[in-house]
C-alpha cells in the first residue's frame, strides 16, 4: 500500500498558477502510474491525468496545454503544474498511485488515494 499526503492547493484569482505536489510513502513509487482525480461539489470524481513511469502523460481535454504532470522518483513526488486556471477547475484535488506502470483514465485502476487538496479559482 502507498500512502499519499497532497499539498499545495488553495484560492487563486483565474488565469493564476498553482503547483500541486503529491508525496508518496510506503512501497516503491517509481513503479506505479500515479494519477490527478478531482472532484467539484456535487459532481463525481473525474480524471484529470496521470504520468506513467516512463514519464508518458495523459490528460482529460479540457487542462490539455494548462496542466503539467510530472514526477520526481528520487523524491517520492508526483507534482500537477495548473497554470491559466479557469473557475471550473474549482474542486478537490486527489493524488493516486496506480496498480500498473501504463497511463489510465480509469479510477478503478488506482489502489491508493490521498486524502485531497482544495483548489478554488475566483473570477
Known amino acids: 500500500q502507498v500512502q499519499l499526503v497532497e499539498s499545495g492547493g488553495g484560492l487563486v484569482q483565474a488565469g493564476g498558477s498553482l503547483r500541486l505536489s503529491c508525496a508518496a510513502s510506503?512501497?516503491?513509487?517509481?513503479?506505479?502510474?500515479m494519477g490527478w482525480f478531482r472532484q467539484a461539489p456535487g459532481k463525481e470524481r473525474a480524471f484529470v491525468g496521470s504520468?506513467?513511469?516512463?514519464?508518458?502523460?495523459a490528460y482529460v481535454t479540457s487542462v490539455k496545454g494548462r496542466f503539467t504532470i510530472s514526477r520526481d522518483n528520487a523524491k517520492n513526488t508526483v507534482y500537477l503544474q495548473m497554470n491559466s486556471l479557469k473557475p471550473e477547475d474549482t474542486a478537490l484535488y486527489y493524488c493516486?498511485?496506480?496498480?500498473?506502470?501504463?497511463?489510465?483514465?480509469?479510477?478503478?485502476?488506482?489502489?491508493?488515494w490521498g486524502q485531497g487538496t482544495q483548489v478554488t479559482v475566483s473570477s
Open positions: 510506503g512501497r516503491t513509487f517509481g513503479n506505479n502510474t
Open positions: 504520468i506513467s513511469t516512463s514519464g508518458y502523460t
Open positions: 493516486a498511485a496506480g496498480r500498473s506502470t501504463v497511463v489510465t483514465a480509469n479510477p478503478l485502476d488506482f489502489g491508493s
